[in-house]
């Protein structure tokens, strides 16, 4: 019995020892993925077109039905950043896309889980349990995906091509941070240097 206790603890220790750390905050736990095509040339590129709203993805459209988009001054906010790394990289903004070498589409959607459990409160009379009630609880949580697509199009293409992704999971907890939305665009663009067209 004392064997199986000490092993038991070294377990716990060798596991906990191989954790990165504490979790503090939520921005902690975001996940930021970057993709793009290896036969695509960036540098020879120089201008490209981004929309002036970012549509919320809800699910299919019904007919005549308006989509939905970042409510101000989150959408500016996020189009500002974005656009602020294109520059860096010497990316020049038209706003004509029929011109434009690529196009910058930006896109959100968000995902609410809903978790329900049952608790038992019991009184407990000599050690048993005398009566009681079942008391329903749940707690929700909401998360977020920002999704930047260089698009290209083009005679060489039979369909506009996506040549980069850039995506940042775990956003949105609740309600809009900017800052931690601008902290993950700035790792997704370093995240790429293959953009780089200077």
Not at 155 to 179: F, H, K, Q
Request: proline share 5%; glycine share 8%; with cysteine.
């Amino acid at each position: 019995m004392k064997r199986n206790l000490i092993l038991y603890f070294g377990m716990i220790l060798l596991l906990g020892s191989c954790y990165p750390g504490t979790t503090d905050s939520y921005d902690e736990l975001d996940i930021v993925y970057t993709n793009y095509s290896e036969s695509y040339d960036f540098a020879g590129q120089g201008t490209y077109a981004i929309p002036d709203k970012i549509v919320k993805v809800t699910g299919n459209l019904a007919e005549d039905e308006a989509p939905e988009f970042v409510k101000e001054p989150y959408n500016t906010q996020i189009l500002t950043q974005i656009e602020q790394h294109m520059s860096d990289l010497g990316w020049t903004k038209t706003a004509d896309p029929e011109s434009a070498d690529l196009a910058l589409f930006p896109a959100v959607w968000t995902n609410t889980t809903v978790v329900y459990w049952y608790d038992y409160w019991c009184w407990y009379y000599y050690y048993y349990c005398g009566w009681g009630w079942y008391y329903p609880s749940y707690t929700s949580y909401t998360t977020g995906t920002l999704i930047m697509g260089l698009i290209a199009a083009g005679d060489e293409y039979v369909e506009p091509y996506n040549v980069w992704t850039g995506a940042i999971n775990g956003l949105l907890s609740g309600a809009y941070d900017v800052t931690r939305v601008n902290k993950g665009i700035d790792q997704a663009f370093e995240q790429s240097p293959y953009l780089n067209t200077k």
